[in-house]
């Protein structure tokens, strides 16, 4: 832990991110979240339209092999903003968001199953057509 809390420090990545020492002083500790919901959109937009607009991840598996997805990937850096010592838990809501984004992709797909010639179990699963969007 005392390794990662060194390397991860706004000083340290300051020299990849020189805008990141513009709104954060030197030797604050630094974390990289990404996930796959739509939490890293908070405070971006004023509504989130769940049924046209941007969704948590999900598939769906339709009749005849279909499968539909909706995936989103966001990532955030955050730079920890409490008073803390190497050995101090730290407060989640002292971490503050300097950047996110979020990558939204939906499409759809039919699969074929190849058997196994040693008997009916699946070995894999190969796209026969598909569509992918990416907004």
């Not at 890293?40 to 049924?51: P, S």
Request: proline fraction near 2%.
């Amino acid at each position: 832990m005392m390794l990662a809390q060194a390397f991860f420090q706004t000083t340290t990545f300051s020299y990849f991110l020189p805008d990141l020492l513009k709104e954060f002083p030197h030797g604050r500790l630094l974390d990289i979240r990404c996930g796959l919901s739509k939490n890293f959109l908070q405070g971006k937009f004023d509504e989130i339209d769940d049924h046209h607009g941007i969704h948590a991840s999900q598939v769906k598996f339709h009749e005849g092999n279909n499968l539909e997805f909706d995936v989103g990937l966001g990532c955030g850096m955050f730079v920890y903003m409490g008073e803390y010592t190497f050995s101090s838990k730290l407060k989640e809501q002292a971490w503050k968001n300097w950047r996110s984004f979020y990558f939204h992709g939906s499409g759809a797909t039919k699969l074929k199953f190849v058997a196994s010639p040693y008997g009916n179990q699946v070995i894999k699963a190969v796209i026969e057509e598909g569509t992918i969007n990416i907004n």
